[in-house]
């Protein structure tokens, strides 16, 4: 998913612990450049117990040579065949529990064809609806109606792509937000009190309950960075609690009058967002892809930035290598677990002021987060923590989800196949060993040209 | 704290040592907090009538009267001695000596005596039915903070036991529907928790990929399997594959008639039973047992263990899908161990708040059990609460286990250090 050579391409450090950093296994030791410390201690974890190839001592092979072998041994076709896998599994799944292909198996050694169609019927039916639901539809007459279902996939990955950000930044400091749901929640309240309860001019209605959302979803996440910095209460534990909180308080405020329940109405639900307050539609009104996505571009950019680029998320990430060493270096670790909690929570935040403003503009409930909070982690995850990585897996997600209800209209296989599909995506290629086993891929680190020392380490310890 | 590190100066380290104490103010501050918010409660919604506390149940053979007090009387003498607790804290911490753990029980106690019987004035709390629920609702909590104690312990961090737990749930539900047999459906919860636990050591320990994102996602794929399953296949035929039975109550001849504890304790489930014998094996295997050195020693210092002969992923490994195996079982509690058959995402975050427990009882068995069985009375205070009509939302109610918890990670556990080598792979070349 990201870009090999990129230098700061580490994993996701993210940890139930201030000290877990283990970024092992990701990376793979072939197709990054062994400038960087990262990409060397990645490079040792790989190599299935062997030290990381010491570059100097080797003499450079030919270019088609290393070409080849950055093909076959680099990240792009470990995470392609990590997809292949996945939809296999998948494949197997309908398969096996689809009604025509039980009852031709009844009859399979004397019409195994029928067997065999049956399955190929099940599995392309549902992969095709797959398909048509969140690339291209087919069956549609003209280019607009046939291209919808992209923009419903850029739609779902809007809030995927804000959350995942959010985890994604909270890892590269070490730290592991499990509270998107929370600090969602919080975001979405903050922000549709702020749409529906005032009038305000257009632009300025949105700019102002965005900010507000924003600012709910941070502080938010910041009493966990607070109190992880003030009293050392670990942030897993407190991001926990606070998601129950924050939904039993939302859920208190949705069914009490005067605070977000909709007037005149018995329904856990507040009102629907005043035209002023809600995003713009993109490409029009037929679609819905909707204002949320430029900002989420735009956050990508941020976080980039920060990350990559700014004093800031030098410290950020080496408080997320190594605390102590920060520590000693001079970085203010408490205040920087702050920071990026505030800054974490703001992105979880965006992707709960997209929902109430871009996505369900009619008045929201207590499911608004959708689970998006904890898919974040997933996409973080298969982000590698990365900004740009972590963009191009809320699409493929966001593709997932957008075909997974058409998949589910159209050939009654159930949504939660995706959930299958996407969580072993993710495994596979966090172990790219495991891949290359099956496809029987070379080693990226060859025999030939690594040398094997003879001491037993354990990585990374401290 | 370890000499080693003192070694170079040890006489003026020993007195930078003694004035660490004075770093734990966070219990006499949690304590005030504690006593203002009661105090806040008396003042601001007093609560005119008295409250009931029943000690027994109908079929108790030994009948314990029922005692009513007056609301207000009681609740401010338990603000005066919530207040005394508080003062008593500050006073040994102001002479730098630490808070005893039985002040803090104390304290506890007190401040929810004092609010139940305010929340419940003019009302009558069923103090069995209470602690029996308590049990209950905890019971997936223990196995899970166990699961998740051994996992640590080992080195591996287990974030997947809301995934073991639902699997457990699942396939105690579906075999113990087909055969007919709960005990068979516990047998196949713990090998789905195995299984479970095999994968995630798997991947932990042959690919070294980040337990957390393993744990993650494990929970991710569990939910996926076990809904799509749910929905594409017991769904259409639940009469034959999800109407578990359930396990029946097996009170203990003597035990179960004492008194309070009796109908609390030894009125219960297979599956309660085995949590007793789980959480007192694991306790004591992991600090008085061969098995459970080596297990904590591979988790602390695995270069150490491996240079002693210990094999240490192979100890990982097994330990892990034990840890995955009390889980399954933990697992049974939603389905069989209460008769309802399996639903989607039916756990409902039990294994995080597990993790919490973990984390909470400091990687301790019996610690990490008392967490959760505070989790489990929480919870249930709320259903109590609820059904005899409180002044508080119920929502507020809701919330307050986890608020609790919040205050008491920050207030009085603060930072917690884990096994020293959970969460790194041990590669050996």
């Given at each position: 998913?990201?870009?090999?050579?990129?230098?700061?391409?580490?994993?996701?450090?993210?940890?139930?612990?201030?000290?877990?950093?283990?970024?092992?296994?990701?990376?793979?030791?072939?197709?990054?450049?062994?400038?960087?410390?990262?990409?060397?201690?990645?490079?040792?974890?790989?190599?299935?117990?062997?030290?990381?190839?010491?570059p100097?001592?080797?003499?450079?092979?030919?270019?088609?040579?290393?070409?080849?072998?950055?093909?076959?041994t680099?990240?792009?076709?470990?995470?392609?065949?990590?997809?292949?896998?996945?939809?296999?599994?998948?494949?197997?799944?309908?398969?096996?529990?689809?009604?025509?292909?039980?009852?031709?198996?009844?009859?399979?050694?004397?019409?195994?064809?029928?067997?065999?169609?049956?399955?190929?019927?099940?599995?392309?039916?549902?992969?095709?609806?797959?398909?048509?639901?969140?690339?291209?539809?087919?069956?549609?007459?003209?280019?607009?109606?046939?291209?919808?279902?992209?923009?419903?996939?850029?739609?779902?990955?809007?809030?995927?792509?804000?959350?995942?950000?959010?985890?994604?930044?909270?890892?590269?400091?070490?730290?592991?937000?499990?509270?998107?749901?929370?600090?969602?929640?919080?975001?979405?309240?903050?922000?549709?009190?702020?749409?529906?309860?005032?009038?305000?001019?257009?632009?300025?209605?949105?700019?102002?309950?965005?900010?507000?959302?924003?600012?709910?979803?941070?502080?938010?996440?910041g009493?966990?960075?607070?109190?992880?910095a003030?009293?050392?209460?670990?942030?897993?534990?407190?991001?926990?609690?606070?998601?129950?909180?924050a939904?039993?308080?939302?859920s208190?405020m949705?069914?009490?009058?005067?605070?977000?329940?909709?007037?005149?109405?018995?329904?856990?639900?507040?009102?629907?967002?005043?035209?002023?307050?809600?995003?713009?539609?993109?490409?029009?009104?037929?679609?819905?892809?909707?204002?949320?996505?430029?900002l989420?571009?735009?956050?990508?950019?941020?976080?980039?930035?920060i990350?990559?680029r700014?004093?800031?998320?030098?410290?950020?990430?080496?408080?997320?290598?190594?605390?102590?060493?920060?520590?000693?270096?001079?970085?203010?670790?408490?205040?920087?677990?702050?920071?990026?909690?505030?800054?974490?929570?703001?992105?979880?935040?965006?992707?709960?002021?997209?929902?109430?403003?871009?996505?369900?503009?009619?008045?929201?409930?207590?499911?608004?987060?959708?689970?998006?909070?904890?898919?974040?982690?997933?996409?973080?995850?298969?982000?590698?923590?990365?900004?740009?990585?972590?963009?191009?897996?809320?699409?493929?997600?966001?593709?997932?989800?957008?075909?997974?209800?058409?998949?589910?209209?159209?050939?009654?296989?159930?949504?939660?196949?995706?959930?299958?599909?996407?969580?072993?995506?993710?495994?596979?290629?966090?172990?790219?060993?495991?891949?290359?086993?099956?496809?029987?891929?070379?080693?990226?680190?060859?025999?030939?040209?690594?040398?094997?020392?003879?001491?037993?380490?354990?990585?990374?310890?401290? | 704290?370890?000499?080693?590190?003192?070694?170079?100066?040890?006489?003026?380290?020993?007195?930078?040592?003694d004035?660490?104490?004075v770093?734990?103010?966070?219990?006499?501050i949690?304590?005030?907090?504690?006593?203002?918010?009661?105090?806040?409660?008396?003042?601001?919604?007093?609560?005119?009538?008295?409250?009931?506390?029943?000690?027994?149940?109908?079929?108790?053979?030994?009948?314990l009267?029922?005692?009513?007090?007056?609301?207000?009387?009681?609740?401010?003498?338990?603000?005066?001695?919530?207040?005394?607790?508080?003062?008593?804290?500050?006073?040994?911490?102001?002479?730098?000596r630490?808070?005893?753990?039985?002040?803090?029980?104390?304290?506890?106690?007190?401040?929810?005596?004092?609010?139940?019987t305010?929340?419940?004035?003019?009302?009558?709390?069923?103090?069995?039915?209470?602690?029996?629920?308590?049990?209950?609702?905890?019971?997936?909590l223990?196995?899970?903070?166990?699961?998740?104690?051994?996992?640590?312990?080992?080195?591996?961090?287990?974030?997947?036991?809301?995934?073991?737990?639902?699997?457990?749930?699942?396939?105690?539900?579906?075999?113990?529907?087909?055969?007919?047999?709960?005990?068979?459906?516990?047998?196949?919860?713990?090998?789905?928790?195995?299984?479970?636990?095999?994968?995630?050591?798997?991947?932990?320990?042959?690919?070294?990929?980040?337990?957390?994102?393993?744990?993650?996602?494990l929970?991710?794929?569990?939910?996926?399997?076990?809904?799509?399953?749910?929905?594409?296949v017991?769904?259409?035929?639940?009469?034959?594959?999800?109407?578990?039975?359930?396990?029946?109550?097996?009170?203990?001849?003597?035990l179960?008639?004492?008194?309070?504890?009796?109908?609390?304790?030894?009125?219960?489930?297979?599956?309660?039973?085995?949590?007793?014998?789980?959480?007192?094996?694991?306790?004591?295997?992991?600090?008085?047992?061969?098995?459970?050195?080596?297990?904590?020693?591979?988790?602390?210092?695995?270069?150490?263990?491996?240079?002693?002969?210990?094999?240490?992923?192979?100890?990982?490994?097994?330990?892990?899908?034990?840890?995955?195996?009390?889980?399954?079982?933990?697992?049974t509690?939603?389905?069989?161990?209460?008769?309802?058959?399996?639903?989607?995402?039916?756990?409902?975050?039990?294994?995080?708040?597990?993790?919490?427990?973990?984390?909470?009882?400091?990687?301790?068995?019996?610690?990490?059990t008392?967490?959760?069985?505070?989790?489990?009375?929480?919870?249930?205070l709320?259903?109590?609460?609820s059904?005899?009509?409180?002044?508080?939302?119920?929502?507020?109610?809701?919330?307050?286990?986890?608020?609790?918890?919040?205050?008491?990670?920050a207030?009085?556990?603060?930072?917690?250090?884990?096994?020293?080598?959970?969460?790194?792979?041990?590669?050996?070349?």
């Open positions: 998913m990201s870009d090999p050579r990129q230098p700061d391409a580490v994993g996701p450090t993210g940890s139930s612990k201030a000290d877990l950093d283990a970024d092992i296994a990701i990376e793979e030791p072939g197709a990054v450049s062994p400038e960087t410390e990262g990409a060397e201690e990645d490079a040792r974890a790989t190599a299935g117990g062997a030290v990381a190839a010491q100097t001592d080797v003499p450079p092979p030919s270019r088609w040579h290393s070409t080849l072998h950055q093909i076959t680099g990240n792009a076709i470990i995470s392609v065949l990590a997809v292949l896998l996945a939809l296999l599994v998948g494949a197997i799944m309908i398969a096996f529990t689809d009604e025509r292909v039980q009852e031709a198996s009844g009859y399979f050694f004397a019409r195994p064809g029928d067997t065999f169609l049956a399955i190929w019927e099940s599995v392309s039916g549902a992969y095709s609806a797959l398909f048509q639901g969140s690339v291209y539809n087919f069956r549609r007459d003209d280019f607009i109606s046939g291209i919808r279902p992209l923009t419903e996939t850029l739609t779902f990955a809007t809030p995927l792509i804000a959350g995942g950000l959010g985890v994604g930044l909270a890892f590269r400091v070490g730290m592991f937000n499990i509270g998107g749901r929370g600090q969602m929640l919080i975001a979405a309240s903050v922000a549709g009190w702020l749409a529906f309860g005032f009038d305000l001019p257009w632009g300025i209605h949105m700019l102002v309950a965005l900010l507000g959302g924003l600012i709910g979803g941070a502080l938010w996440a009493i966990a960075g607070a109190l992880k003030r009293t050392g209460a670990h942030e897993v534990i407190v991001t926990i609690m606070l998601n129950y909180v939904f039993y308080l939302v208190w949705l069914r009490t009058p005067g605070l977000l329940q909709a007037p005149g109405s018995s329904n856990p639900k507040t009102p629907a967002m005043k035209e002023t307050a809600i995003f713009p539609a993109l490409l029009g009104p037929q679609f819905n892809l909707h204002f949320g996505f430029i989420v571009v735009v956050a990508t950019v941020i976080v980039w930035w990350l990559s700014s004093s800031l998320g030098f410290r950020f990430r080496a408080v997320g290598e190594n605390p102590n060493a920060a520590r000693v270096a001079g970085i203010n670790v408490p205040s920087m677990y702050i920071y990026a909690m505030l800054i974490s929570g703001a992105l979880l935040g965006l992707a709960g002021v997209s929902q109430v403003l871009g996505t369900v503009t009619t008045g929201f409930t207590a499911g608004i987060d959708a689970g998006i909070g904890f898919d974040a982690i997933t996409v973080a995850l298969l982000g590698r923590s990365t900004p740009w990585g972590i963009f191009i897996a809320g699409i493929l997600f966001g593709a997932f989800k957008a075909g997974g209800f058409s998949m589910q209209a159209a050939e009654g296989v159930p949504i939660e196949i995706v959930l299958v599909v996407q969580s072993l995506i993710v495994l596979f290629i966090a172990a790219p060993p495991l891949v290359r086993t099956i496809f029987r891929l070379p080693d990226p680190a060859s025999p030939k040209r690594r040398p094997v020392p003879n001491v037993t380490q354990e990585v990374k310890a401290k | 704290m370890s000499t080693a590190v003192q070694h170079p100066a040890p006489a003026p380290q020993v007195v930078a040592l004035t660490t104490v770093t734990s103010w966070k219990a006499p949690a304590f005030a907090i504690f006593t203002l918010l009661a105090i806040a409660l008396a003042v601001f919604a007093p609560q005119d009538g008295d409250t009931t506390f029943r000690l027994s149940t109908q079929s108790d053979v030994i009948q009267p029922e005692i009513t007090v007056p609301t207000m009387p009681t609740l401010w003498i338990t603000i005066v001695l919530l207040a005394l607790a508080t003062a008593y804290s500050a006073m040994l911490v102001a002479s730098k630490r808070v005893p753990v039985w002040l803090v029980v104390v304290f506890a106690v007190l401040f929810m005596f004092g609010f139940l305010w929340a419940a004035s003019g009302a009558a709390i069923p103090v069995i039915g209470l602690l029996f629920g308590s049990l209950s609702l905890a019971v997936p223990i196995y899970g903070s166990l699961a998740g104690v051994l996992g640590e312990r080992v080195g591996v961090i287990n974030i997947a036991i809301e995934g073991q737990l639902l699997a457990g749930a699942f396939t105690a539900a579906v075999v113990a529907s087909i055969t007919g047999q709960p005990i068979l459906g516990l047998i196949a919860a713990m090998v789905a928790g195995m299984l479970v636990g095999m994968v995630l050591a798997a991947f932990a320990i042959k690919y070294f990929v980040d337990q957390v994102i393993v744990g993650v996602v929970n991710v794929l569990v939910v996926g399997l076990t809904s799509f399953f749910f929905s594409q017991l769904a259409p035929n639940a009469a034959a594959l999800n109407t578990p039975p359930r396990f029946e109550r097996l009170p203990i001849p003597v179960s008639e004492i008194p309070i504890i009796g109908p609390v304790l030894f009125r219960q489930t297979l599956v309660v039973y085995l949590m007793y014998v789980a959480v007192a094996l694991v306790y004591f295997g992991l600090f008085h047992t061969k098995w459970g050195l080596r297990l904590r020693a591979v988790g602390e210092h695995p270069q150490a263990a491996d240079t002693v002969g210990i094999k240490v992923n192979r100890t990982r490994f097994w330990n892990v899908a034990l840890a995955g195996a009390i889980a399954g079982l933990g697992g509690f939603f389905t069989i161990g209460s008769g309802i058959a399996f639903n989607k995402e039916m756990t409902a975050g039990a294994g995080f708040i597990a993790l919490a427990a973990v984390i909470f009882g400091q990687w301790d068995p019996i610690k990490a008392l967490a959760a069985l505070l989790f489990g009375f929480a919870s249930n709320q259903n109590t609460l059904v005899i009509g409180s002044p508080v939302p119920s929502e507020f109610m809701l919330m307050l286990p986890y608020v609790v918890t919040i205050f008491a990670v207030g009085l556990v603060g930072k917690v250090r884990g096994p020293a080598a959970a969460g790194k792979p041990y590669i050996k070349s």
